[in-house]
T-cell receptor
Framework: DVKVTQSSRYLVKRTGEKVFLECVQD?????MFWYRQDPGLGLRLIYF???????EKGDIPEGYSVSREKKERFSLILESASTNQTSMYLC????????????FGQGTRLTVV | DAKTTQPNSMESNEEEPVHLPCNHS???????IHWYRQLPSQGPEYVIH???SNVNNRMASLAIAEDRKSSTLILHRATLRDAAVYYC?????????????FGAGTILRVKS
């Protein structure tokens, strides 16, 4: 069974903490994506990566960075967490080809207090 | 990025067909049309995709207009489990890979 696994389902962090959200896929996919989802705003793309060590900004990269040291792992980093980063974070992966499907993780609900 | 436009919400009766429309008037010749859905408290899941011809799979059918400026996702017999947000997305290969950008989607409510 193909899988995208996010390290935590729920996470509570304090303002100013450095936060790491981890995502691992076992499908040898080139593309990996990080989104956040907020009520009324839908899914917004934060960053995506199309290869190891390659990254591209999405629509809302401010306050976030990413790391992709290995093909199967894509990390989202909040350098200094703030309360407005409280959200549901979703990771996805896909092959490079646009005629293939993407697979999503179950999400991490992050609360910054 | 080419954009898609979908109705905010739709309602259907259980066991009746549902036609979910999507407009994509600025679609390019190499854009694939994808549909995903997101059930409550879950990540999105793939439903179907196509380029020019109509497509069928076990979940749904995709009807693509001849000029490709619109498409329709067809659920042949809606069930309560089909209540979800449905997203219509265009994917193309760019120089450095292809983004997967979601719009607001259509909230589908299914009445028993």
């Amino acid at each position: 069974d193909v899988k995208v696994t996010q390290s935590s389902r729920y996470l509570v962090k304090r303002t100013g903490e450095k936060v790491f959200l981890e995502c691992v896929q076992d499908m040898d996919h080139e593309n990996m994506f990080w989104y956040r989802q907020d009520p009324g705003l839908g899914l917004r793309l934060i960053y995506f990566s199309y290869d190891v060590k390659m990254k591209e900004k999405g629509d809302i990269p401010e306050g976030y960075s990413v790391s992709r040291e290995k093909k199967e792992r894509f990390s989202l980093i909040l350098e200094s967490a703030s309360t407005n980063q409280t959200s549901m974070y979703l990771c996805a992966s896909s092959l490079f080809r646009p005629d293939t499907e993407a697979f999503f993780g179950q999400g991490t609900r992050l609360t910054v207090v | 990025d080419a954009k898609t436009t979908q109705p905010n919400s739709m309602e259907s009766n259980e066991e009746e067909p549902v036609h979910l429309p999507c407009n994509h008037s600025t679609i390019s010749g190499t854009d694939y049309i994808h549909w995903y859905r997101q059930l409550p408290s879950q990540g999105p899941e793939y439903v179907i995709h196509g380029l020019t011809s109509n497509v069928n799979n076990r979940m749904a059918s995709l009807a693509i207009a001849e000029d490709r400026k619109s498409s329709t996702l067809i659920l042949h017999r809606a069930t309560l489990r089909d209540a979800a947000v449905y997203y219509c997305i265009l994917r193309d290969v760019e120089e450095y890979g292809n983004k997967l950008v979601f719009g607001a989607g259509t909230i589908l409510r299914v009445k028993s």
